[in-house]
């Protein structure tokens, strides 16, 4: 697959998952615009990768602001008059709580940065993305897109994305541009590290929730966000795919109330 010349946008990228998605789009060949808040993580990353290939710049954003958004939009499409490829990390994480008693300025700061944060980008980009009549953008979900979780703001957030990439798909299709949506499991970054370190995510139920006896990372992400954005995917558009080790499919499972035949080998 050759992406030379090709230029993808990363909000978020400077930390976590959507650090996972800059090192694999760089790795494959792409310009690599990094927006995030973290000016100094952003730099520190974009220094790194250029060591050996200079393709990553990186811009402050905040997601949750839609002038700053389109602002970065037109710097990025004025230097490079292309944009291939968009994947929206940027997003913060809840601590879990009950909607009666939920603080409401917490809640709706989830949301402006995780879904407006979104909708902020996606409006942006993919208006560049509509004229050049080429691209694809990737946004980020969860597990929590598809069943309930005890986060009032984020979950509903996580499924309201999912919803929105399938109806950002059917309105940009025709005129060639791919809207799909990547949808983790537990990822050890350092948001989730975080929630951890102040007993909030319990490491062991973190580590054991999935079929696979496998712990995701950021570069199993940075995967399948590649492969929506290349050529083999040319066909998928409007989908949220699992990136979970098995989560969705071992919830229920587990849960059967006709019990689950074990068996060890
Ligand atoms: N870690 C997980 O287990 C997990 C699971 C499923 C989905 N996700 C989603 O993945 C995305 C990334 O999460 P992560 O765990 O990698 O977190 P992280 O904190 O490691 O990375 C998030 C990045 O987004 C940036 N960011 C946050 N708010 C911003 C804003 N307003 N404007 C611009 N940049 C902003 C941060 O500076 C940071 O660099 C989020 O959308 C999160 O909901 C995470």
Redesign the pocket.
Known sequence: MSVVDKVAVV??????????CVRKLWSLGYMVEI????SE??TRLADELNLSSNRVKCRY?????SHHVEERAQEIWNEYQRLDVLV??????ESSANILDMDLDAHDRVW???YH?TVHCARSFGRLMRTARCGSIVT?????SFVAFPLPA?CPG?TAIRRFTEILAVELGRFGVRVNGV??????????Q?KIDAGERDPEV?RNSGALDLL?E?EH?GEAVAFLCSDAASAITGVMLPVDAGFNATIPYRTYAGGVPWRDE
Request: aromatic share 4%; no cysteine; proline share 6%.
């Open positions: 909000t978020g990228g400077a930390s976590g998952i959507g650090e996972g927006l995030d808040r973290q993580q952003a954003v905040d997601v949750a602001d929206t990390s940027a997003g913060i994480l402006q940065v995780n944060g980020v979900g969860s597990t929590t984020y996580k949808a983790p499991t537990y990822v050890i970054t350092p948001a989730m975080a973190l995701v950021p992400i």
